[in-house]
């Protein structure tokens, strides 16, 4: 028996779901985990995600002109990862590497078709023409000539299996109607080719393959909406092998594709097990767009265990990687979980006993589960049997240990339709239970449901009871993921601000989004938003007049006389006014040290922040300079007040912010004596510490004397501080 189970997202289209989607042309491959995939999208860049957070670890990009023209794959002896763009340049680099330019450079002679890499096996390359060469070969002489065995034929699929301890690569190519089949072992130097049978009106979609017992098994997909197998025994070279002509390989029918009595037309074909293969397509729908689905077929019993339906589309494409479906849905990357348990009879009818059912995972899906599915998750951690259509079965009720209070899928229910004044009693009964596991899962649903009723409601939005919520609740993105993104659509401020605070991940270009916001919201406008002052309130000047003169006081080593004198350069009277006054106000500039509070990683936050506008960018660099001043007037070099932001996280954002925009403020005359001044600070201060380090060497060599100095000796030392 074989079932779907969860769901979620791994890469969205943007912020708020919208944007153009993802590149239809991408691959995916495994990663040097078994939590981790590769995504390489055509021509752009490759992205590594840990696929349990749901998160992107790490992209590498090639420069403007060049185009990725293979997925891009993980070898897995050495941890690195080997790309090809523009067909003949071979790049290889490690996690650490940022910069793909500057990873190693390999020209061939030949254009590669693709890269195969084998847990034990290693990396294994194809060429357009059909030669094959492993990549530590390659290496040795990257200009060797490679021979063309396919001239008049085009590689249509290729895959790579270890038989023993010997790699194995297959790949299928095209001449006009005939299809041919080469089996190579490139440690033996041994290759056969066979012709694949024709069918009659019926041509070849795409094709899978598994080796078993010295045996290939060759899937294939036909226009007829049938699944063919072809055995291919895997020869030994003999003379009497290499004289004979090619042999034509018969297929025998394995499945014939239908969902509800209707013709599945299928686009993509994956291997499960040896009693089990996932087939993705779609349905003609008369008068609509067809109903494409996702099923799981077994192939002993040639019966149809699942299927599941994906009303927003797909490109087609389908990959599997441990227990794991990869599909493009819409515009989003999506995983769909499934189980597969070894072939009978009695699970292929759907007549398994209870006690040998599959156990559901207890994995949370924090995205876009259905409330169903979410609430039956929660209700109980025990196994749950799954159905023929691997719907979970929903409990009407559940103890919930308080009289008078709704259950979860009760109230779920009637947040859709009821008013606001009944929403938040049963929601503050809900709250008002003690924290559990299952609970905090529960209330991450209903704020998925308060959001997804925001959306389709203008006039609907209860900003006091999400903020409360947010707040008094360790939620997290994943766990409401349109939360944030229906606050930016609203303007709620405040609750932007809270969820920067709380949330530990927070998608990079979500926190954009936020700093745009805020940068552009007038001052005027934030004096009548309430927002939480306590990490500003203590070191921002409202008011330039009201400020108080300042005593020369030399807590930290620094005045302006000495920024002057160090730097031989007078500074201009703007420099007083970039580091005397704030130059946003109490509330923008809370609101700025929430996003400086927000984790992010340089290389997904770096693209976003080129594109904010430069008005916005050299107010933002001006409110960094001014805390970096008053960073540096404190011995501690720390702010007063709670979550106020640190010198690195200051340093840090100024260093990125300069990256993104420093090509785009040298051009603008406004940014010229900003840019001018926080050079002179900066090379003051390394100055300064500069001699700070000379005076603590001295001590130290100072320290180190006196221990050596014996109690009873008598000696005179004369130590020269230079």
């Known amino acids: 028996m074989a079932a779907l189970c969860e769901s979620f997202t791994l890469r969205g289209p943007g912020p708020g779901g919208g944007g153009s989607g993802l590149d239809p042309g991408l691959c995916l491959e495994p990663g040097p985990g078994s939590d981790l995939v590769l995504l390489t999208e055509r021509g752009?860049?490759?992205?590594?995600?840990?696929?349990?957070?749901?998160?992107?670890?790490?992209?590498?990009?090639?420069?403007?002109?060049?185009?990725?023209?293979?997925?891009?794959?993980?070898?897995?002896?050495?941890?690195?990862?080997?790309?090809?763009?523009?067909?003949?340049?071979?790049?290889?680099?490690?996690?650490?590497?940022?910069?793909?330019?500057?990873?190693?450079?390999?020209t061939l002679s030949a254009d590669v078709y693709r890269i195969h890499s084998l847990p034990q096996g290693g990396a294994l390359v194809l060429f357009r023409g059909g030669g094959v060469r492993s990549l530590d070969v390659l290496l040795e002489a990257p200009q060797q000539e490679i021979e063309n065995l396919i001239s008049a034929e085009t590689i249509r699929w290729s895959g790579a299996f270890m038989e023993g301890q010997e790699p194995v690569l297959i790949f299928?190519?095209?001449?006009?109607?005939?299809?041919?089949?080469?089996?190579?072992?490139?440690?033996?130097?041994?290759?056969?080719?066979?012709?694949?049978?024709?069918?009659?009106?019926?041509?070849?979609?795409?094709?899978t393959a598994h080796i078993t017992n010295q045996t290939v098994t060759l899937l294939c997909l036909y226009t007829n909406h049938c699944v063919y197998q072809v055995l291919i025994p895997l020869q030994q070279d003999t003379e009497e092998e290499e004289e004979k002509k090619e042999e034509i390989l018969s297929k025998s029918l394995l499945l014939k594709l239908s969902v509800s009595g209707a013709a599945l037309k299928g686009t993509s074909l994956v291997v499960l097990d040896k009693d089990h293969i996932a087939v993705l397509g779609n349905v003609p729908d008369p008068g609509r767009k067809p109903k494409e689905f996702l099923t799981i077929w077994n192939t002993k019993f040639q019966t149809l265990q699942t299927c599941k339906d994906l009303p927003q589309g797909t490109s087609g494409q389908l990959w599997c990687y441990e227990e794991k479906f990869f599909l493009i849905h819409g515009k989003v990357l999506t995983v769909i979980m499934y189980k597969c348990e070894t072939s009978s009879l009695a699970a292929a009818v759907g007549k398994l006993k209870d006690s040998q059912s599959l156990d559901v995972s207890s994995f949370v899906n924090w995205n876009t589960l259905e409330e169903e599915e979410l609430v039956a998750s929660l209700e109980s951690q025990e196994s749950v049997a799954l159905k023929a259509e691997s719907r979970m079965n929903l409990r009407s009720n559940r103890s919930t240990g308080q009289s008078g209070s709704l259950s979860v899928e009760q109230l779920l229910i009637r947040l859709k339709d009821t008013s606001n004044y009944v929403v938040e009693i049963e929601l503050k009964k809900l709250i008002a239970r003690a924290p559990t596991l299952d609970l905090q899962a529960a209330i991450g649903c209903v704020v998925t449901a308060l959001t997804d009723r925001c959306k389709k409601n203008p006039k609907f939005y209860p900003q006091s009871l999400l903020q409360e919520i947010v707040e008094t609740r360790d939620l997290s993105y994943s766990l409401c993921p349109d939360l944030m993104a229906v606050a930016l659509e609203r303007k709620d401020l405040q609750l932007l601000q809270i969820c920067l605070e709380r949330f530990p991940d927070i998608p990079e270009e979500i926190t954009y989004a936020c700093l745009k916001a805020f940068l552009s919201t007038s001052e005027d406008h934030l004096k009548r938003v309430e927002v939480n002052l306590d990490s500003a309130i203590c070191y921002v000047d409202v008011e330039c007049n009201d400020m108080e003169v300042k005593t020369e006081i030399l807590e930290n080593g620094f005045s302006e006389e000495m920024d002057q004198?160090?730097?031989?350069?007078?500074?201009?009277?703007?420099?007083?006014?970039?580091?005397g006054s704030c130059p946003v106000g109490l509330q923008k500039a809370a609101l700025l040290n929430a996003v400086l509070h927000s984790p992010y990683t340089e290389t997904f936050l770096l693209p976003h922040l080129k594109n904010l506008p430069a008005q916005q960018a050299i107010l933002f660099l001006r409110y960094l300079y001014y805390l970096y001043v008053k960073c540096s007037e404190k011995v501690n070099t720390t702010l007063p007040g709670i979550r106020s932001p640190t010198i690195n996280q200051i340093m840090d954002w100024m260093c990125l912010l300069l990256d993104a925009q420093f090509t785009v403020m040298v051009m603008l005359p406004e940014a010229k004596d900003l840019l001018s001044n926080l050079h002179k600070f900066v090379r003051a201060q390394v100055r300064f510490y500069s001699e700070l380090n000379k005076i603590e060497g001295s001590l130290r060599e100072l320290q180190r004397l006196n221990h050596l100095r014996e109690s009873q000796t008598y000696s005179i030392e004369v130590l020269e501080i230079v």
């Open 172 to 207: 299928i190519t095209q001449k006009d109607k005939d299809f041919f089949v080469y089996v190579q072992k490139p440690k033996l130097n041994s290759l056969h080719k066979y012709k694949l049978e024709q069918q009659k009106l019926a041509r070849p979609l795409c094709f």
């Open 44 to 106: 752009r860049a490759a992205t590594l995600f840990k696929i349990s957070d749901q998160k992107p670890l790490g992209c590498w990009s090639v420069k403007h002109g060049q185009i990725l023209t293979c997925p891009v794959v993980c070898n897995f002896e050495t941890h690195e990862y080997i790309a090809v763009h523009d067909d003949k340049v071979l790049r290889i680099w490690k996690n650490e590497d940022l910069n793909l330019d500057k990873a190693f450079k390999a």
């Open 565 to 579: 004198d160090m730097c031989d350069t007078k500074i201009p009277k703007e420099r007083q006014s970039d580091g």
